[in-house]
Every structure is written in structure tokens, then in C-alpha cells.
């Protein structure tokens, strides 16, 4: 009887398990789907996120961090450092760099590089080979009108993309079996493909296509490094709507209409500091993340493309970045 009556508890128990993980995966997916819901405070609030931080400990590990001086990059930085690991800071102004090194908790060091300029990423990645255990590509850029860069390239796709193209290969030379890659993309993703005969928008320009097209692109990268080197794990991952300088001042108007539910940085950074630290992303590799769940990486038809582009972007930012270094990337 006894026994009868311990076995019908743990069915029970059994059973309301299984039901709360089906109304969490159920709130997930309806949260996820409505965008508001899901890309807002709301939705982070909603998951539960907000009472599970990352606790995992990775004491040693060297973390550089583009874009390091405020917004995501900081708030991740500041995380990351908490957890134990040694800060490589990677930003534009020294003054905002030594400022955030303040912010550390743990060893931390500061790189002084814009990544819109091809020469100074390379100098980058000298500077840092073999020195890097988790690279998170943070750095991002919007402009509502089309500038160039001094070596001639589109402003977004140099910052964006190619940069953070080239220093990723660099750097993923040397690191080892284990070591880490998040990039961070964008919601915004969603909205475009890729169109290579016009990665640098000369075509025509709107600010807020040029960055998706970059955002798309990186989390397909994000996948071509999983594949090219498996034994390192790379994953994308899309922040949410969070309220920060980039968005303040590159979408005032979105900025104005959200900002009662936009995310805090830490909130939007919560991810990164998943998937750069806890052990559960380590068993897939290549996934698009989103409030610490893979995500599908495309929406709608307006996305899709050819199952070429992954290698026929690759070959074509390496002709493109060739043309800066004489460093082979293979």
C-alpha cells in the first residue's frame, strides 16, 4: 500500500512537471511569435530571466569583448568579469575604455581599435592572437545616410561585418578546442537576406536595411565558423529591444514609442553571458539564440536563400578583406 501510494506521488509529481514545462515552452513560443511580447522587458520578465542569472564560474578564461565602452558590451563585460574572467575591452576612445576597465571586477586590459578601418582590426588581431578564449563580436553600427570609411568601404558593412570577419579569423587561428564565439545580431535580421551583388549598398541605401543585411550576414557566419572549426563553439544570438545609446540616437523614433518596455542592457546582455559561459550551449554548435533559447532563423519568405550563400559570402568578403592585408584567411 505503501508503496503504491509513494508511486502515485512521484506519477504526480511526474505529471506536474511535464505540465509546467509545457505551459513554459507554450509561453515561450507565443511570446516569441507576438515580437512585442518576446523582444521587450515583457517577454524577458515573463521567462523567468530575471531570477536565474548565470552563475557558472569561468575564473581564467580571457574574454575580449568588441564595442566594449557602454550599452550590450559593457553590461557583458561587467557580467562576464563577475563570473571571473579576465576582460579584454576593445573600443574607440581610450578615455571610455579606462572608464569601463574601472567597472571590472577581475583582470582586465584595454585595446584601443575602431573596427570600421581594416588596418587597425588587423593590428587588433595581432595584438590579441593567442591570447583569447571566448571573443564576443558586440561592435555594431547603424547610419541613416551612407558614408564611407577611409579605405573607401561602406561605414556599416566595414563595422558590421568585415571587420569582425577578419578579426574573428585571426583569432579563431589560435584559439583552442572549447573556446568560444557569440555574435551579436539583431531581431532586424529577420526582416532581409543577403544580397551579394550589393553588400555595400550602392545601389540604393536606407540605414535600417544596410544594418539588417549585416545582422543577417553574421549569424550566418556565426554558423560557417561552427562548421569550418567544431572543435570551438559559435554561436548568434539577438539581444532583444534594450535601451541603449546605439538605438537612442540611430532610431529616435522607435526609441520614443518602446522606450516604457525597452530592455535594460543587462537584460539584453543576459544571453551573451549564456552562451559565452554556461555549459548547455556547448552541446549544439552554429544555433541562432534569443533569452537563452535557439531560435528558427528565419520568419517569412523574405529571408530565404539559395543553400550557396553561406560559401558564396564567405569567398566574397575574403576577396574583399584580401585586398587589405596580404594575411591569407582560409
Partial sequence: SLRLRNSEDMGTIYCRQMFSDNMRSLLDRTLDTS?????SSLGFKARGLATRPVTTRIDGKRVAITGATGGLGLAAARGLSELGAETLLIGR???KLEEAASLMTGPTSVHVADLSSMAQVTRLAAELAGSVDILVNNVGVLFPERQLTREGLEATFATNLLGQFI???RLLEDMGPGSRIV???SGGMYTTGVDLDDLQSEKSYRGSLAYAQTKRAQVILATEWARRRNDVISHSMHPGWADTNGVRHSLPSFHRMT???LRTPEQ???TIIYLAADPAPAADNGLFWHDRRPRPVHRSRASRQEASLPTDLWEALTEIADNFSTQEIS
Wanted: glycine residues 16%.
Fill in 268 to 270: 539584453g546582455a543576459d
Fill in 259 to 261: 522606450k516604457p518596455i
Fill in 93 to 95: 576612445n581610450p578615455e
Fill in 167 to 169: 578579426l574573428t579569423n
Fill in 183 to 185: 555574435t551579436v545580431s
Fill in 35 to 39: 515580437v512585442v511580447g518576446g523582444f
